[in-house]
């Protein structure tokens, strides 16, 4: 080999020390927001062609809308009774697959009060475009 | 090699050929056909998506067809026929020797694509290029659905022979006196994807029998009310396709590393470092592919795992990218068309890398997921590296082939568009995915950022097009009307940079 | 050296103000982990550590594709072309 390869391996190891460092972290915020609180409500998804359902602990069925109160913490139990979709609310940052058969859970609180998007973020087929829903926090 | 088109070969004599320059020609064709054809389809989404509310397409199940048709073609009929190409062109060459291992496989190779991009174009499947059950059993409309499954049989058998071919050419045909540590880095690039496809195909075949069966009725692999697991085919799917990304993108490295070293005057900083980087890809390539699976609900150790195997995949792209800068170091450059596509393909690489990494970063998928950053990320690997780094080996080829000089002014004119237009459209893609569009999807709601991204996304494809419609032409016109190349040294770089060893192909 | 050193400094502050802010802030608005900005939080830290190496990478780049074209006055003849025309 004619060249030093020096600068080549030095180049490699600040490569991967940002690796590591960008995995690090990742693993970190993942274990953060990973552990649901116990106080936790527990609010169940339903995703099906082509629409959304929740149910409250309470009981209290809603379709295509759901109703949270601000700063509260809420699981939600994803699961789909036909094909996979994937529950999403972009501006909570809440986003995990509804898989028949399965349930997938998610947690967070809402921050704010206002009116929020709820989107299928799974293709579903011919209406998974327009499979929405609304969120609305109502702060206290 | 050269066509000599001055006195052209009955066309029926190519097609029936099985010399590797031959086959290597009729792989060329049919992939750059099957790029319009593709592109043409991604032009139509892209009016469709210019703005809300209904454009050009009027149904959203067309939507779906043509995205699902999109995806196929790009990546089965022309990336990976794009690669075998020039694979079946110059591996033979580089080793010294007379052909491919076996000349006929190979033409059979090749020509079970055809039927298979006909099955896939006639049944127009709607599932996306993922096929994921059970939307894929249960819903997807028949013949589409199985059409499109005994089409991606054809193909894949189709990869495995051709990979096949050029393992044992590269490994046991080559001369006697060229030792495997010295053969040039693109027929590497060939033997890396080629193993690669070896050990990821075989699970894709049998997910998608097992997804037959399935829509058949006879079996309820991914059927949970039989105990089945829709998850199952996601894993046998990406444990192919995650490998499969790295079969693609690594012989677009190698085209690059056949045009930087002669384009700069200067050879390879370190083949050997080279090599190191394929082999290490090839075997972490397969370390990752439950990333793309992040919000499919698995543990929080799973996806460590998934995170950790794809950042182990990095340090050897970051290697190659060292060696071509560090092989421009110190050159002399001229940048001819297939060197300005070489280059803006690293500068992209770059740039769908750093993309990636932001992906495997496990919370931040919550935010990317099924997004157009997805969308944006991977077209600027498959857009903005594979297919720079294959048409600029195309370019710099058609001398090679056809004897005749393509224009120069137009190639670089394709070029900058092209790069513009990557930038604008699949740039502009990213920050739309985190502004939280989905993809696959016919229409949005009037978000204004969405709207206005939207529409400068669909400009950015147009300004794609126009490059495409130029290299369309340049291509027929400078094949038909050239000027004669100097088949010495076509690019002017001072001649000791093509291969010393000269093939002839029997029928001319 | 320097640009090493510099990328260290932005790395060590990319390290140390969130953990210092992990473990020092009160949470003022309800006791959970506000989700949107941790994430939101990690991307901006992620995309600033892309953009300094993007930026060295394609300054590199830029800078070297300027320098070593054929028709910069400056440009000389690789060792490898051994006094051709």
Request: charged residues 15%; glycine residues 8%.
């Amino acid at each position: 080999m004619a060249h030093s390869n020096m600068l080549e391996w030095i180049y490699v190891a600040v490569v991967v020390a940002l690796l590591v460092y960008v995995g690090a972290e990742a693993w970190n915020i993942e274990r953060i927001i990973d552990h649901a609180p116990e106080d936790a409500e527990i609010i169940k998804v339903t995703a099906q062609q082509w629409f959304w359902s929740f149910e409250h602990e309470n009981g209290t069925k809603e379709i295509g809308e759901l109703h949270l109160k601000k700063d509260h913490a809420y699981k939600f139990e994803i699961s789909s009774k036909d094909v996979i979709h994937n529950f999403n609310i972009p501006e909570y940052v809440v986003l995990l697959d509804a898989v028949p058969g399965r349930i997938n859970t998610v947690w967070f609180s809402p921050t704010e009060a206002g009116e929020f998007d709820i989107q299928c973020r799974e293709y579903c087929g011919l209406i998974h475009y327009n499979m929405r829903a609304k969120l609305f926090v109502e702060g206290a | 090699m050269v066509l000599e088109l001055a006195k052209a070969r009955p066309v029926w004599q190519i097609m029936f050929s099985t010399h590797h320059t031959d086959v290597g020609l009729l792989y060329l064709v049919f992939s750059l056909l099957a790029m319009f054809v593709g592109g043409a389809m991604a032009i139509a989404l892209r009016l469709e998506l210019f703005a809300p509310g209904t454009q050009i397409i009027a149904d959203s199940m067309d939507f779906n067809r043509l995205f699902t048709a999109h995806g196929t073609t790009m990546i089965f009929l022309f990336l990976l026929p794009s690669a075998s190409a020039v694979g079946n062109y110059l591996v033979p060459i580089m080793v010294r020797y007379k052909d491919m291992a076996y000349p006929k496989l190979n033409a059979i190779a090749f020509w079970m694509i055809p039927p298979a991009a006909v099955l896939v174009w006639l049944g127009m499947a709607d599932f996306g290029w993922y096929a994921n059950p059970p939307y894929s059993v249960i819903s997807a409309p028949a013949p589409a659905a199985e059409m499109w499954i005994f089409g991606l049989k054809m193909l894949g058998i189709s990869s495995i022979l051709s990979s096949i071919n050029f393992v044992v050419t590269i490994m046991k045909c080559k001369h006697p006196d060229l030792s495997l540590g010295k053969v040039p880095l693109l027929a590497w690039s060939f033997l890396s994807s080629s193993i690669i496809v070896l050990a990821a195909m075989p699970t894709f075949a049998a997910a998608l029998l097992m997804l037959l069966t399935d829509r058949l009725g006879a079996t309820g692999f991914f059927n949970p009310a039989v105990g089945g697991d829709p998850i199952a085919f996601s894993h046998l799917f990406w444990f192919t396709f995650h490998p499969e990304v790295y079969v693609l993108v690594i012989p677009a490295i190698g085209m690059m590393y056949e045009i930087i070293p002669r384009f700069s005057r200067r050879p390879i900083f370190s083949h050997s470092s080279g090599v190191a980087a394929f082999v290490i890809l090839s075997i972490v390539a397969f370390a990752s592919w439950a990333h793309h699976m992040f919000a499919t609900g698995m543990s929080f150790t799973e996806k460590t795992v998934f995170m950790v195997g794809t950042l182990a995949a990095v340090p050897a792209s970051a290697m190659h990218v060292f060696n071509f800068l560090a092989t421009m170091w110190n050159g002399r450059i001229k940048f001819a068309t297939p060197m300005m596509w070489a280059v803006g393909g690293i500068a992209l690489f770059f740039a769908a890398g750093a993309g990636g990494v932001v992906n495997t970063a496990m919370p931040l998928d919550f935010i990317t997921h099924d997004s157009y950053w997805v969308v944006g990320h991977f077209h600027l690997f498959v857009f903005g590296t594979i297919a720079f780094g294959t048409i600029g080996f195309v370019y710099y080829l058609f001398p090679y082939i056809t004897g005749r000089m393509y224009n120069e002014k137009w190639g670089i004119v394709h070029f900058i568009l092209a790069f513009v237009g990557a930038c604008i459209t699949f740039f502009t893609q990213h920050i739309l995915g985190l502004f939280g569009m989905p993809r696959r999807i016919y229409d949005y709601p009037e978000i204004p950022e969405w709207v206005s991204m939207n529409a400068l996304i669909s400009i950015g494809a147009m300004i794609i097009l126009v490059g495409m419609v130029i290299f369309l032409a340049n291509l027929i016109y400078s094949t038909a009307k050239g000027k004669p190349a100097n088949m010495e040294d076509p690019f002017g770089l001072g001649g000791k940079y093509y291969y010393p060893y000269e093939q002839r192909n029997p029928h001319h | 050296m320097r640009t090493i050193f510099g990328l260290l400094i932005v790395i060590a502050t990319l390290c140390i103000i969130p953990t210092l802010d992990l473990v020092f802030a009160a949470e003022t608005t309800g006791e959970y982990i506000d989700r949107k900005a941790e994430i939101w939080n990690l991307f901006f830290r992620m995309m600033t550590v892309a953009f300094v190496v993007g930026g060295v990478i394609a300054g590199t780049m830029v800078w070297q594709v300027w320098r070593f074209r054929e028709s910069n006055p400056n440009a000389k003849r690789t060792p490898y072309e051994e006094g051709e025309s």
